[in-house]
């Protein structure tokens, strides 16, 4: 192997995993190998996850300044915050949009890890500054077409970047935070959140303005559960995999994750053959799904891996895990 990229896997791949290797120079060939291509799923990965974090960037700015901006129109959650304010005082979007979501960054690099909080940094840096630096025509100025559209837009820019592993609202991230503290579900704390947004919003703006600023919302929100395919608050995943020990590993040391392990029998080929196997059960917030898949096809690509929303968990570890890891 090229030693330029030897070195790059020992210091990333391998430096991470060590598997028992005292001195770096004592990785043999077959590690190497393997280090390799888990290097590459990494790097196809995160090339796609940034691609998609750019588009989400785009149509949010295009929900900001084609539609809602002009109108003084607002969303639920942090951006919500930002417009609020932003129609209240002189103080411009991108600016606000970074300040109101430091917070969350900080919060989401404790109870998501270092790779997401440098997703979500960069996805709301990004925001930013095409908001200030790129123009958009404004599309129309019907207040239901602004809502509608507007909401729209925003709502998929949200969900591109949450499958690009990132969010550029952390609301989320404040929810899911609060729901482990104080035991409630994501969706009662975000309820709560956006009741007390557009309850300043109807003070300040006025009723009809608030009004359809949660037509925005609603819209925002459905087209964000189609872009995520109606992912829920919770994941359950069953993986069939032939490797289910090194999974199983890989989830509770990783991820922090419980499993649940199932004995079955899995039949393939013409003669349907029978084939005793273990299946893994386990349960993730959305948010983490993006690295499990990621870490699954690492360790067998062909894995059989199955996605079903969960609307809420009660006991196990997803809640009451540490929130640093």
Known sequence: MNPFWTKIIKQTVLNHKREGIVSENEYSTFQLAKGYKAFL???????????????????????????????????????????????????????????????FIVLGYNIMGKKFAIKTAFAIVFLSLVLAKVSFPNVTDDNLLVAVFGGLFLGAGIGFSIRGGAVIDGTEVLAIYLSRKLGTTIGDIIILINVIIFGAAAYFLGIEVALYSMITYLAASKTLDFIVEGIEEYIGVTIVSSHSEAIRLMIIGDMGRGVTIYNGKRGYGKAAEMKEVEIIYTVVTRLELNKLTTEIEKIEPNAFVVMNSVKDTKGGMIKKRPLQH
């Open 41 to 103: 799923i990494e790097l196809k990965r995160l090339a796609k996850d940034f691609v998609l974090i750019g588009i989400g960037v785009f149509s949010a700015s295009f929900g900001f300044k084609g539609f809602l901006l002009s109108n003084h129109f607002i969303d639920g959650g942090a951006t919500g915050i930002a417009l609020l304010i932003s129609a209240l005082t002189a103080i411009p979007l991108y600016a606000l949009i970074i300040c109101i979501n430091i917070p």
